[in-house]
């Protein structure tokens, strides 16, 4: 069964420091998502991203964050000055345009800055 | 989107089913029920949807009252491997997905 990859799955760092996080969506899928969980917390909406475009984001995606499809298979999301605040589980999900209801979750990349 | 409310905790002996309620009483007709889960702190997993009528798949089966209000989750032989967070969310958009803090469902051997 196809699935979301995510790298590096744990990636330490130190604050100010910019990090990339890297989803390899299913390969047919056109809608692509960034989703964050800190400790204990919610899982919450970062972005999502259509046709090489942000579609949506919420107010923690701010002038920090940015998300790229730099080719046709990955999805980066990049945090140019990480904070401490910045650590959280990152989630990357996709969906394609059938099942519109499906949002399918990669495992994630644990972020912890220092 | 409409609120969900869902109850924090509940335990379910294992091979018994496991109804997971969701309340929803401000849901408007166009917004959907949906359920995730998440073992584990690993990424969300999709279990089931709805809008209207009763659905089930391989994985559970989703009862959804008359009117709309509220909503249950039924896994009818729960596993071991069925401990998990479980989300009940309600929306519009097929975008972006609002977790609330779920019900933590533990089954016991």
């Known amino acids: 069964e196809p699935e979301v990859t995510q790298t590096p799955s744990h990636q330490v760092t130190q604050m100010g420091q910019e990090v990339i996080l890297r989803c390899v969506p299913i390969?047919?899928?056109?809608?692509f998502y960034w989703y964050r969980q800190i400790l204990g917390q919610k899982v919450e909406f970062l972005v999502s991203?259509?046709?090489?475009?942000?579609?949506?984001k919420s107010e923690i995606f701010d002038d920090q964050f940015s998300v790229e499809r730099p080719d046709g298979s990955n999805f980066t999301l990049k945090i140019r000055s990480t904070k401490l605040e910045d650590s959280a589980m990152y989630f990357c999900?996709?969906?394609?345009?059938?099942?519109?209801?499906?949002?399918?979750f990669g495992p994630g990349t644990r972020l912890l800055v220092l | 989107d409409a609120k969900t409310t869902q109850p924090p905790s509940m335990d379910c002996a294992e091979g018994r089913a496991a109804n997971l309620p969701c309340n929803h009483s401000?849901?408007?007709?166009?917004?959907?029920v949906y359920w995730y889960r998440q073992i584990h702190s690993q990424g969300p997993q999709y279990i089931i949807h709805?809008?209207?009528n009763n659905e089930t798949n391989e994985m559970a089966s989703l009862i959804i009252t008359e009117d709309r209000k509220s909503s249950t989750l039924i896994l009818p032989h729960a596993t071991l491997r069925d401990t998990a967070v479980y989300y009940c969310?309600?929306?519009?958009?097929?975008?972006?997905?609002?977790f609330g803090t779920g019900t933590r469902l533990q089954v016991f051997p």
């Open positions: 999900a996709s969906r394609d345009d059938r099942s519109r209801e499906t949002q399918y």
């Open positions: 390969s047919n899928h056109l809608y």
């Open positions: 991203f259509y046709n090489n475009e942000i579609s949506e």
């Open positions: 401000t849901i408007s007709g166009n917004e959907y």
């Open positions: 709805g809008l209207k």
């Open positions: 969310i309600v929306r519009v958009s097929t975008d972006k997905l609002i």
